[in-house]
């Protein structure tokens, strides 16, 4: 698989050999699906509390007579069915909501991601990326230079700290090191510049 390198105009320079398993690989979407399903799950935290009969402020008191009101029998406020009653089922902080995904599966699903981040032309692979100071401005301008401006997901081999502190104020544009690369980040964004090192980094870890 041959990918386009571009210069700092956005213009067509080289050609770089790439691995056909991880951009040439064919378009499955249901693994997809699962894989950003499973990252997501995996990072929840269970930090939703809900409180049970035993826990809410409550009485033991019968609120009214069994027979005799024509109002359905009750035995106390904490009933689940009543407004400020317990959860039947509450969640609890506890709750384990990781998906389980092999690794096999993982690197199939990131390449298929990769694959046809490709075929859409969303992949852009640039010689390097360097900032000669730590100004978002230069940044602006740089990525203005290559005609990507807004919406952008960047990957490098190494994040230099010019790099990180020129990106921090664009809200749009988010820098990742290729190892820190996630599926959810590579399907939001609809345009991806990677580093020709960053390409070598991913070959090395999921190729």
Request: glycine share 6%.
């Amino acid at each position: 698989m041959e990918l386009k390198i571009i210069n700092e105009q956005g213009q067509e320079t080289a050609k770089l050999q790439a691995s056909d398993t991880l951009f040439a690989r064919d378009y499955n979407e249901s693994l997809i699906h699962q894989v950003i399903v499973a990252y997501q799950a995996n990072a929840r935290s269970g930090d939703r509390k809900q409180k049970t009969r035993a826990e809410v402020t409550h009485t033991t008191h019968k609120p009214w007579k069994q027979k005799g009101t024509g109002r359905a029998r009750s035995g106390m406020s904490s009933s689940t069915i009543w407004r400020g009653g317990g959860r039947a089922f509450p969640n609890s902080p506890e709750e384990n909501f990781a998906q389980k995904v092999n690794k096999k599966m993982f690197r199939a699903g990131v390449a298929s991601i990769l694959s046809e981040l490709v075929r859409q032309d969303r992949l852009l692979v640039v010689d390097s990326l360097t900032i000669e100071a730590p100004k978002t401005k230069l940044f602006a301008q740089k990525l203005k230079g290559l005609g990507l401006e807004d919406h952008l997901l960047v990957i490098t081999d190494r994040l230099d700290e010019n790099l990180y502190l020129s990106s921090r104020n664009l809200p749009k544009v988010l820098v990742l090191e290729a190892q820190e690369a996630d599926p959810v980040s590579l399907v939001r964004f609809p345009r991806v510049l990677v580093t020709k090192n960053a390409i070598a980094k991913f070959e090395e870890m999921w190729a």
